[in-house]
């Protein structure tokens, strides 16, 4: 490759919002970084309830299991809140991310023999192949991974130029 070739993006906001939020990515209790913490914190506050419901029948000795169970319902619930909190951090970026989308007037993809470089309304962004460690695509999007993150969904591009660019990422990140 030895010209410069230039992809340009339509950033429509709902074609990263359908890749970026699939399969309740944004929910804060279910998505899936919390849904195991949130099931497992809804487990043990409805041990802890039967426990106290069942409170009477248990000796002076044995009451000692709620104050356990209080204790694993409490750590269950600050790792769910730990959970919770990045999962609203990385929606509050990605949300800041396409309210930039949505006001740019220019997106484009240049891809030169050794660089590769991403502007966004003058913002660019520019690696060598080698910054880049990983790259996968599928019938939704391009992903690209490596000193810059990079999300492409087909929706934002014409067919020709989705193709190309997976036919160019393909041949300089497996090269090294």
């Not at 906001?13 to 099931?39: M, W």
């Not at 930039?100 to 966004?120: A, G, H, S």
Request: glycine share 4%; aromatic share 14%.
């Amino acid at each position: 490759m030895s010209e410069e070739k230039v992809i340009i993006l339509r950033p429509e906001r709902k074609n990263f919002e359908e890749i970026y939020f699939s399969g309740k990515q944004g929910s804060l209790l279910f998505s899936p970084t919390t849904k195991g913490k949130t099931v497992t914190t809804i487990i043990a506050a409805i041990v802890l309830l039967i426990a106290f419901f069942l409170k009477g029948s248990l000796s002076k000795e044995s009451q000692g299991i709620l104050y356990f169970l209080s204790f694993i319902l409490l750590l269950c619930a600050v790792f769910l809140s730990v959970s919770v909190n990045k999962v609203s951090r990385w929606k509050k970026q990605v949300n800041h991310y396409l309210n930039t989308l949505e006001k740019c007037e220019i997106y484009e993809i240049r891809i030169e023999q050794n660089f590769f470089t991403v502007n966004i309304d003058g913002e660019k962004e520019t690696s060598e192949w080698k910054d880049f460690n990983f790259f996968d695509s599928n019938n939704e999007f391009i992903a690209l991974e490596g000193k810059y993150n990079y999300m492409f969904p087909r929706k934002s591009m014409t067919e020709k130029d989705y193709s190309l660019l997976k036919k160019i990422l393909k041949d300089n990140i497996n090269q090294q």
